[in-house]
Each structure stands twice: as structure tokens, then as C-alpha cells.
């Protein structure tokens, strides 16, 4: 999939647990899992939004963009 998640990244940065930032965004750990691992087919604004203000980043911190494989087309 073209769009990479790096919750990783930003949970590195702010030396947060996955389970301690599910809490404090109010999603469970497999949800938060599955969005980290880059498995979500969806997030919502909601999300996104509580995602970056907790972790005080904006949306571009968690979400890019990176072109498939020209083989795999």
C-alpha cells in the first residue's frame, strides 16, 4: 500500500507505549495495533486528530505517501 504509517516513529520520539497512547487516545491496543502496522484500511478524523494531539505532531508526522513498485503495476 503506497501510504506508510509511522506511529513508530513518533512513539519512539516521545518514549510512549502503544498501550499507554491507545489509552490517552481512547482506542483500544489491537485497533492501534492494526493502524501502526500499516493493516487499517481507514482512520478516521477523530482518530487522526486525537493520534496528533497527543502525540503533538500533525498529521503529515504519521502518514506519507511513497509510490508502489512500477513492477508490481
Excluded: Y
Excluded at 23 to 33: E, K, Q, S
Excluded at 54 to 67: F, H, I, M, N, T
Aim: neutral net charge.
Amino acid at each position: 500500500m503506497p501510504i506508510v504509517v509511522d506511529i513508530d516513529v513518533m512513539l519512539a520520539r516521545r518514549k510512549m507505549s502503544v498501550g499507554d497512547l491507545a489509552d490517552r487516545v481512547g482506542i483500544t491496543p489491537a485497533n492501534l495495533a492494526v493502524l501502526k502496522n500499516g493493516r487499517a484500511k481507514a482512520v478516521r478524523f477523530a482518530t487522526l486528530a486525537a493520534l496528533c494531539e497527543v502525540l503533538k505532531c500533525q498529521p503529515g508526522d504519521l502518514l506519507r505517501w511513497e509510490a508502489e513498485d512500477a513492477a508490481s503495476e
